[in-house]
Structure formats: C-alpha cells, structure tokens
Nanobody, 124 residues
Framework: VQLQASGGGLVQAGGSLRLACTPS????????VSWFRQAPGKEREFVGF????????YVADSLQGRFTVSRDNAQNSVYLEMVNVRPEDTAVYYC??????????????????YGQGTQVTVSS
C-alpha cells in the first residue's frame, strides 16, 4: 500500500485548508490513518488519527477546535481539515497508515506505511 497526501499550499492566516490522504488500496481495510507534521528546525509532531469504522477519530489536544480528521470510505480518503490557521501551522504534513494495531497511534513508530508529505505554508 502506498499513500498519497495532497491539498497543501499557501494560505493566509485565519484561512482554511483541507488535506487528503489516499491509499493505493482500499482504505476500509486500513486500521488507522494518521497525520503528523514537521516544521523547519522542529521535531515531528502528532496531529490526529482516524481508525477504521467505529474506531473514531482523535486530534491532538493543542489542535482541537481548529483541526478535524475525518474518513470517507466512498472517496477512499482520510482528510485533515484546518480552519483558522496560524503561521505556526506551517510545516510539512505527512499521512501515515497502519493496517493492524502496532501501538500508540500518537507515535510515528506505530505505523508501517508513510506518505511523501505535503507542504502547508501559512502567511501572516
């Protein structure tokens, strides 16, 4: 399985953006899909995840209220919707996937499939 992350770009502070993560296989067969981000000079940061049907979604506490993760099996994608973005949201955003449960979904090491990343730049 390969992952394609898309939707990144340049957005003004206060604006919105939606990223999509689309696997090459059926997303309904993937246990969890998550988003991480890494800003220049900073450590990689967990953003949020979506678990297979009924498993729910979760967004990092610091991003709740502005970021939402959703899964659309019909579109075979997981989305990261960002509203009221800030310059500090500037980063490369990566989607990751785990076909089975390997561990804490907030950890990069709990995944086995990694997308190439999409750049999000928020201007002030």
């Amino acid at each position: 399985v390969q992952l394609q992350a898309s939707g990144g770009g340049l957005v003004q502070a206060g604006g919105s953006l939606r990223l999509a993560c689309t696997p090459s296989g059926r997303i309904s067969s993937i246990y969890a899909v998550s988003w991480f981000r890494q800003a220049p000079g900073k450590e990689r940061e967990f953003v949020g995840f979506s678990r297979r049907s009924g498993g729910g979604t979760y967004v990092a506490d610091s991003l709740q209220g502005r970021f939402t993760v959703s899964r659309d099996n019909a579109q075979n994608s997981v989305y990261l919707e960002m509203v009221n973005v800030r310059p500090e949201d500037t980063a490369v955003y990566y989607c990751t996937a785990a076909q089975i449960h390997y561990g804490d979904l907030k950890l990069w090491s709990s995944y086995r499939i990694y997308g190439q990343g999409t750049q999000v730049t928020v201007s002030s």
